[in-house]
C-alpha cells in the first residue's frame, strides 16, 4: 500500500510568489494535517482537514490556506511568500479526525529566495 | 496550552552504547497521548510508539524502550546496544484529548551513533 505522497519534493520560490503543495493520504484515510518545520526546529501544526472541512488551525498567517478535496488528497497554498516561508512541508494522514496516529509523507522542502 | 521540551539538542555515542532521550511534557489535559518520533535525513516521521495518559506502563520493542512517568510528566525513550542505522534527529509530541489529531512537537535531539 502507498503512503503518504507528497509533491513536489523540492521547490524554489521567489518572494512574494505564491505556492501550492500536494499530499495524497493513505487509502482510507479522511484526515490530513499540514506541519511546518523550520530547519533545526519541530514541526508546528498548520492545518488539520477532516471531510473537506477545516477541523483545526494552527497559529499561522491568513497567507496559509488549505482545502481538502472529495478523494481526501489536500493542497496547502501559501501566498506573498516571505523568506522566513524556507522550510519543509510536512503532511500527515489519518483514519479519523481524532484519536488515531497519524502517519507522515517526506515532506515538500520549499526555498524561498 | 501544551509544550513539549527534549532538552539535549544533540547527544553522540558509540555504537553499542545504550542511549536516553528525554522528554519532559505540559499539558492541562486530563486525557492525552504521547508519542515518539525518529526522522532520518530523507524527511519522513516515522511513528515509534503512542502512550496514552491511562496507561504508565513501561513498553519494550526490542532494543526500543519507553518510560512513562506521569509525576515528572516525563516520557523517555532508552535505545539499547546503539546501531549505526539509529542516528536520526527523535521527536517527543503530545496531542490532547480536544485536539483532534494536531501533535505539539518538541524541538527534537539529534542522535549520532558512531561505529
Known amino acids: 500500500d502507498a503512503g503518504v505522497t507528497q509533491s513536489p519534493t523540492h521547490l524554489i520560490k521567489t518572494r512574494g510568489q505564491q505556492v501550492t503543495l500536494r499530499c495524497s493520504p493513505i487509502s482510507g484515510h479522511k484526515s490530513v494535517s499540514w506541519y511546518q518545520q523550520v530547519l533545526g526546529q519541530g514541526p508546528q501544526f498548520i492545518f488539520q482537514y477532516y471531510e473537506k472541512e477545516e477541523r483545526g488551525r494552527g497559529n499561522f498567517p491568513d497567507r496559509f490556506s488549505a482545502r481538502q478535496f472529495p478523494n481526501y488528497s489536500s493542497e496547502l497554498n501559501v501566498n506573498a511568500l516571505l523568506l522566513g516561508d524556507s522550510a519543509l512541508y510536512l503532511c500527515?494522514?489519518?483514519?479519523?479526525?481524532?484519536?488515531?496516529?497519524?502517519?507522515f509523507g517526506q515532506g515538500t522542502r520549499l526555498t524561498v529566495v | 496550552a501544551q509544550k513539549v521540551t527534549q532538552a539535549q539538542t544533540e547527544i553522540s555515542v558509540v555504537e553499542k552504547e545504550d542511549v536516553t532521550l528525554d522528554c519532559v511534557y505540559e499539558t492541562r489535559d486530563t486525557t492525552y497521548y504521547l508519542f515518539w518520533y525518529k526522522q532520518p535525513p530523507s524527511g519522513e516521521l516515522v511513528f515509534l510508539i503512542r502512550?496514552?495518559?491511562?496507561?504508565?506502563q513501561n513498553e519494550i520493542s526490542g532494543r526500543y524502550s519507553w518510560n512513562f512517568q506521569k509525576s515528572t510528566s516525563s516520557f523517555n525513550f532508552t535505545i539499547t546496544a546503539s546501531q549505526v542505522v539509529d542516528s536520526a534527529v527523535y521527536f517527543c509530541a503530545l496531542r490532547g484529548n480536544n485536539a483532534g489529531n494536531m501533535l505539539t512537537f518538541g524541538g527534537g535531539t539529534r542522535l549520532m551513533v558512531k561505529p
Open positions: 500527515a494522514s489519518s483514519l479519523e479526525v481524532k484519536n488515531t496516529e497519524a502517519f
Open positions: 502512550r496514552n495518559s491511562f496507561d504508565e
